[in-house]
Every structure is written in C-alpha cells, then in structure tokens.
C-alpha cells in the first residue's frame, strides 16, 4: 500500500477513495508518474485546435470531463463530485450549487468582457480551487482550465510561477499564500504570481 504523505497545500483522500485508486502501485512516487502521464495525455487533448474550438473550461460537463482524462487512468472517482468534506473548500454537498454560481459568474465575465481574459482565467481557477469539486487533483484541473482559457483566446500563456507546484518548496508557498490571499479578495499577489 502506498504511503500517503501530504505535502503542504495537498488534499488528504479518505480511506475509502484510496481504495479506488485502479492501478497497483507501491509507491508515492509511481502514484505521482501515473498520474502525471494521465494529465500529459489530457493537456494533449486539450490544447488540440479542434478542442479549443469549443468553450472549453466555462461549462460543468467540459469541467468533469478534463478532470476524468486527467486522472481516470488513475483513480475510479475521477471526473465526479467528491463525496466527503476536506480540509478546505465548500462542504461537499454545495458542491455542484457554488459550481453553478461559478460558472454563471465565468460566463457573464465573458461575455461582457469584465476583466482582462488572463485575469478572469486566473479568477476562475482560483474559484475552482476554493470550491475544490474532487477528491484530489484540484489545483492541477484549474490550472489547466485557466491554461486552456488562454489558450482559446491566443493571448501569452499563464506561467504559474515558472517552476513545479507539486513539490514542497519556496513556489509553492507562494503559490499557496497567493491562494489565501485570493480568498480574502486580494486577487494581485495570486495575478502576479500566475502571470
């Protein structure tokens, strides 16, 4: 069985959704490769021309599909609404409520230009992260959601900080504060951060 341990900012999975993970593995570090070839074969998908002429990442089926490329592979859950409540994020059954709401708000933001679309890409990914729609993967989905929202509309792409977020590091508190800060309405460290 693998060993669970948690870097700062990572969701902790119940025993219950450890239990589905699909491939056996015996490692943290297998579990992290598996996963990351399931999101390189997603990100591929997605930024397909024939994928970005959709609206991609501003609807709930595109939203639960990509999660489902990215980790289906991986996990039985992937691709549905988690079931049990987490250490952040909106209790789970307000989950698919505050999505709506979400992508209301996403949608009107487009459609009336409110902000600036590496802006509002950015706002949408922090939003998602703070509803946290999965048992785990998060971070990784909106941020590929904002990617793909940029991408769509051919503007420069959102750097993230320049590094790997999924390691233990300077970046990732960063990233992490820059989070908090968004929750609190202060939206510029976490826009300066991403852009």
């Known amino acids: 069985m693998i060993d669970f341990v948690y870097i700062p900012g990572q969701t902790p999975l119940t025993e219950e959704e450890k239990r589905d993970l699909i491939p056996s593995l015996a490692t943290r570090e297998d579990l992290d490769a598996w996963e990351q070839q399931n999101i390189i074969e997603a990100r591929e998908w997605l930024m397909k021309k024939s994928t970005?002429?959709?609206?991609?990442a501003i609807r709930e089926d595109f939203l639960l599909d990509l999660h489902k490329r990215m980790f289906g592979r991986v996990w039985r859950w992937a691709g549905n609404y988690r079931r049990s409540d987490k250490n952040i994020g909106a209790p789970f059954y307000e989950?698919?409520?505050?999505?709506?709401q979400l992508l209301d708000d996403a949608n009107y933001w487009?459609?009336?230009d409110s902000f600036?679309?590496?802006d509002m890409a950015i706002m949408l990914h922090h939003r998602l992260v703070k509803i946290h729609l999965f048992a785990?993967?998060?971070g990784r989905h909106s941020r590929l959601c904002a990617d793909a929202i940029v991408a769509q509309a051919g503007v420069e792409p959102l750097s993230w900080g320049g590094g790997d977020l999924n390691k233990p590091e300077e970046?990732?508190?960063r990233y992490i504060s820059a989070l908090q800060a968004a929750d609190s309405g202060d939206y510029a460290p976490?826009?300066?951060f991403a852009s």
């Not at 989950?95 to 709506?100: A, E, H």
Request: charged share 30%.
């Open 136 to 138: 785990n993967g998060n």
């Open 52 to 56: 970005l002429a959709r609206k991609v």
């Open 171 to 173: 970046l990732r508190r």
């Open 190 to 192: 976490l826009l300066d």
């Open 95 to 100: 989950v698919p409520i505050q999505l709506r």
């Open 116 to 118: 600036p679309v590496r």
């Open 110 to 112: 487009q459609e009336h």
